[in-house]
């Protein structure tokens, strides 16, 4: 009896919405309409690929991913071709492979043979596609195209004639930055890519260009030819610099950091990074780093031992009633240093605590709160309303999650601030209003949306239609989400827009993100850094006889800088800092040097509630300590219980993080009287905190502008001012003259400054009057 062959069997029905395929003998079941490269990716079967990212749209132009599609008539890339039901691809055929290698003779034809030199060498995708599909010996005998580098600013170097055209940059400079600042001029074997003006990125994601390029033809600039990877150890670390946490990689050699590269956390920042997250480490040695204790003998400074200089900081602590303390400190202080601060305070009966030195109206307790629509829900969100935020600046991957829903969801955004910030995606509405309207403002849609608050509606900063408009949108949405920024929440009447914003959130069912002032606000209220007794804004009003200021330079990291000083002055000083710039000097009795957050072991909580740990990657410079040795050593000296411990992870066991949440008091409305114009004061993207302002290459980058006065056109010709002139302004209680420029996105009757430059120092913030006068 003669018997049949079996037949295979066939391949079950693929769900709904998939297809089943199959990749060298592989059975794989893949979405309709997603690429072959995706398939294979999923499975882990490898294909070569030059222009393909799985964060950007398909270009295709690289060829390298060619593989044998059964029936097809010729290789198809498989980064651009879709699966079908019943599909039978090959990667390792003749057929693949000769096209593989065929496309790298191509690619090697002009590409130079600089490799000893190149920065790229070692992680270089060409160098190692070449390994396994280039030819030992080239046949091409005609000179090599050569083409001029691109001057790209001071944090990307260029050499484009290693540019094999995958246009990677072009998409991440157009998709992800938004600034379109990278194309492809001319055409056929004359095309290059380049800026066409000839300026330097402006973007503050522009560093991203140096990890998605597969050549040498982008590199980090800072970086060039400093060291090889292969002399490099890797640390995970964290971006300390907005409340985002982005997860990086620390490059060392020797205890010195060289350069950063992101850590791919598809919950914070995905595969990104944002330029002072990358470049900020070349803040950490500047010149006046403090590299051992100091304290003041008279007007001299001179140098002490650990033991010496912590007694001395007891002595000038004790030697008040606690009462008679304050205790204030940088809200990116870590966790671990927060809550040993707020025990030291504890210990010696010290109520006067607290991190929120930025904000200027705390009458309704504020703290810094978990994202309602977590990080990476907000590219889902289809209606985003903007209140005094300027997500670019304050936290560039908050940025890129807003513009993404703008362009994958055609999110509807709406903006309501203080200024017409230069934004990356287009706006629904748009208000802009001085900040004694921007009040009123939001209150309007809470009128229009049915939403009340005791004060009533004071004058109509916003037409009742487009109120309307605006509230009708966040009812009518699945996602809504309204974001308040820096400008809300270092307004003089914070209390009014967070409450405001609430009974908005309320009434619409919207979500409510405030972004944290500090990258480790949410953090430090956790872990106590909060007030029993007087808060930031009542200690400087009401001076103490001693300070503890910790991870603060006074000149820049206040809400009110004239207040502060003043008030600082009147005590007697003990500074745990990093860095010994002339106001401390002038200032302090005692300087502790300390780690920063590179060079400790340490936890931070993000804008997220997600608490993450870094480990202490670059070396502590001279004789400074991790902080929270210095706390622990100090709090020992005077007897506080509880200090006994000697390592940090004994600390982390006594540590009881808690629940903090806002209060509700709002601040006395009174009509607003101003004389003069309206200060509009947003913090610099690079003069955020002391790193920052210290980092080189950001401070030479196009977006770190300096001190200006930004006036709107119709108050500068009324003032007599034109572009580039000086101004002198005055506040009532600080001084500057500062140059001008004129620029329509400033609302008649207001002037915006950023702070974090030594210039814009002596003015107080938002809200004050300022008198302008032609210097």
Request: proline share 6%.
């Amino acid at each position: 009896m003669s018997t049949q062959p079996s037949q295979p069997a066939a391949p079950a029905p693929a769900p709904e919405g998939f297809v089943n395929i199959e990749i060298d003998g592989v059975a794989l079941v893949a979405p309709k309409g997603s690429m072959i490269i995706q398939a294979a990716d999923k499975a882990g079967i490898p294909i070569p690929r030059f222009c393909y990212h799985d964060k950007l749209s398909i270009a295709a132009s690289c060829r390298m991913c060619l593989v044998d599609v059964e029936k097809s008539p010729k290789p198809a890339p498989a980064c651009a071709t879709p699966v079908m039901d019943g599909m039978k691809v090959y990667t390792q055929s003749k057929r693949a492979l000769d096209s593989q290698r065929n496309t790298m003779e191509f690619l090697l034809i002009n590409h130079p043979l600089d490799c000893p030199v190149c920065d790229q060498g070692g992680e270089c995708e060409l160098q190692d596609l070449a390994m396994g599909y280039g030819r030992s010996v080239g046949r091409f005998i005609e000179r090599k195209r050569t083409v001029p580098d691109e001057d790209l600013g001071p944090l990307v170097a260029s050499d484009m004639t290693r540019c094999i055209h995958c246009t990677r940059c072009v998409r991440v400079t157009s998709e992800i930055a938004g600034s379109y600042e990278l194309g492809v001029m001319s055409r056929g074997d004359r095309s290059v890519i380049g800026t066409y003006v000839g300026r330097a990125l402006e973007t503050e994601l522009s560093g991203n260009v140096i990890d998605v390029c597969p050549v040498g033809a982008l590199t980090n600039k800072p970086f060039r030819f400093r060291a090889r990877p292969w002399e490099l150890t890797a640390r995970e670390s964290l971006g300390y610099h907005d409340a985002l946490g982005s997860n990086l990689w620390l490059h060392l050699r020797r205890g010195e950091v060289l350069r950063a590269v992101p850590r791919e956390n598809e919950a914070i920042n995905e595969n990104w990074l944002s330029d002072r997250d990358r470049y900020s480490h070349a803040g950490l040695g500047a010149p006046d780093r403090l590299t051992v204790p100091m304290v003041r003998e008279g007007d001299a400074w001179r140098e002490a031992g650990w033991d010496e200089a912590l007694a001395r900081a007891a002595e000038i602590i004790t030697a008040q009633p606690g009462d008679e303390v304050g205790v204030l400190m940088h809200p990116a202080t870590s966790n671990e240093e927060g809550s040993l601060l707020a025990a030291l305070a504890a210990g010696i009966g010290c109520g006067n605590l607290d991190h929120r030195i930025a904000l200027a109206d705390l009458s309704d307790a504020p703290v810094a709160e978990p994202f309602q629509m977590p990080l990476a829900g907000i590219e889902k969100a289809d209606v985003i309303v903007l209140v005094g935020c300027n997500p670019r600046h304050e936290a560039p991957l908050l940025g890129h999650r807003v513009r993404k829903a703008w362009r994958n969801g055609g999110a509807k955004v709406v903006a309501i601030n203080p200024v017409d910030f230069d934004l990356n995606f287009d706006l629904a509405h748009r208000h802009i209003v001085r900040p004694s309207a921007l009040v009123d403002a939001l209150l309007g849609i809470c009128k229009a949306a049915g939403a009340s608050l005791p004060g009533g509606i004071g004058s109509e900063a916003i037409a009742a239609g487009e109120a309307q408009a605006i509230a009708d949108l966040l009812r009518g949405a699945q996602r809504a989400l309204i974001l308040l920024g820096e400008s809300a929440a270092t307004h003089p009447q914070a209390s009014w827009l967070r409450a405001a914003a609430g009974a908005l959130s309320a009434a619409t069912g919207a979500r409510l993100d405030a972004v944290p002032v500090g990258a480790n606000a949410v953090g430090l209220a956790r872990a106590g850094a909060l007030p029993t007794a007087r808060n930031a804004a009542q200690m400087l009003a009401q001076p103490r006889k001693a300070w503890v200021l910790y991870g603060i330079e006074p000149e820049h990291d206040f809400a009110d800088t004239p207040t502060a000083l003043r008030a600082l002055s009147q005590g007697r000083v003990v500074a745990f800092t990093a860095f010994a710039d002339e106001t401390m000097r002038n200032m302090a009795q005692v300087m502790l040097p300390i780690g920063l957050a590179p060079e400790i072991e340490a936890s931070f909580t993000n804008a997220d509630g997600l608490v993450q740990t870094t480990v202490a990657a670059a070396k502590l410079p001279g004789e400074a300590q991790a902080g929270w040795r210095a706390l622990r050593a100090l709090g020992e000296r005077m007897g506080v219980a509880g200090f006994d411990f000697i390592e940090l992870a004994q600390w982390r066991e006594r540590m009881t993080p808690g629940t903090a949440a806002s209060g509700s008091a709002l601040a006395p409305r009174a009509a607003v009287s101003v004389q003069g114009l309206e200060c509009v004061a947003t913090r610099a993207i690079y003069g955020t905190d002391a790193v920052l302002r210290r980092a080189a290459p950001l401070q030479a980058h196009p977006l770190a502008r300096g001190a200006r006065l930004m006036l709107n056109p119709e108050d500068a010709a009324a003032l007599g001012l034109e572009t580039d002139a000086m101004a002198r302004i005055d506040d009532g209680r600080g001084k500057a003259a500062l140059p001008v420029e004129i620029s329509v996105r400033v609302p008649r009757g207001a002037a915006w400054i950023e702070k974090g430059y030594a210039a814009t120092a002596p003015i107080a913030g938002t809200g004050a009057s300022l008198t302008v006068t032609r210097a």
